[in-house]
């Protein structure tokens, strides 16, 4: 961490609010971009938001100043973690819903999509978040694995383990699509 981020830091826990804004200046693009990785570009940014509300909240239990990008992807990534876990609850109970026949699709606007997106789409969200996270940048942003590994604060090996595990679960899961596909 650079000398002035680490002042920004520091003043921060001091009370500045002045020097967190511009840690959000700083950090939003890193954030962004991991929080994007895992749940997409729809809620990112309500991920990261989520992110920095907490660091400001528990900025005083940093321990060590030196750790706080460490500490804030973590932040991110549980952020969005759990718009993950909510989005998958509120699948579910529209699935069950849709099921049973209780709303009706077209008045209700819902729209089933029957398309090769939407069910990549939908299998993205089964995977692990470190997986998502790694094939999103790796595919749709295109990055490196060191940028990877960058962004997900890991390292390039631990990138390879989780794209290749991934794509190996996507591959099993399309399968069977793509054969009752006409």
């Not at 961490?1 to 830091?9: G, P, Q, Y």
């Not at 954030?31 to 990785?37: D, F, N």
């Given at each position: 961490?650079?000398?002035?981020?680490?002042?920004?830091?520091e003043q921060a826990r001091a009370g500045s609010k002045a020097a967190f804004g511009s840690i959000v200046d700083r950090f939003k693009g890193r954030?962004?971009?991991?929080?994007?990785?895992l749940v997409g570009g729809d809620e990112a940014e309500d991920a990261a938001q989520e992110a920095f509300i907490h660091a400001y909240r528990a900025l005083s239990t940093l321990r060590e100043v030196e750790s706080f990008p460490a500490w804030l992807h973590g932040l991110?990534?549980?952020?969005?973690?759990?718009?993950?876990?909510?989005?998958?609850?509120?699948?579910?109970?529209?699935?069950?819903?849709l099921s049973r026949g209780t709303i009706d699709r077209r008045r209700e606007g819902i729209a089933v999509r029957g398309d090769l997106e939407s069910v990549?789409?939908?299998?993205?969200?089964?995977?692990?978040?470190?997986q998502r996270a790694a094939l999103?940048?790796?595919?749709?942003?295109?990055?490196?694995?060191r940028e990877i590994a960058e962004?997900?604060?890991?390292?390039?090996?631990?990138?390879?383990?989780?794209?290749?595990?991934?794509?190996?679960?996507?591959?099993?899961?399309?399968?069977?699509?793509l054969k009752a596909a006409p």
């Open positions: 961490m650079d000398t002035e981020t680490r002042a920004l830091v954030a962004l971009a991991i929080a994007a990785a991110v990534m549980n952020a969005a973690r759990d718009r993950l876990r909510r989005r998958r609850r509120e699948r579910a109970r529209l699935g069950d819903l990549v789409e939908a299998l993205l969200d089964e995977l692990e978040p470190e999103a940048l790796r595919l749709y942003d295109e990055r490196s694995y962004s997900l604060a890991t390292s390039e090996a631990s990138v390879r383990g989780l794209l290749y595990r991934g794509m190996k679960r996507l591959r099993e899961r399309l399968a069977p699509v």
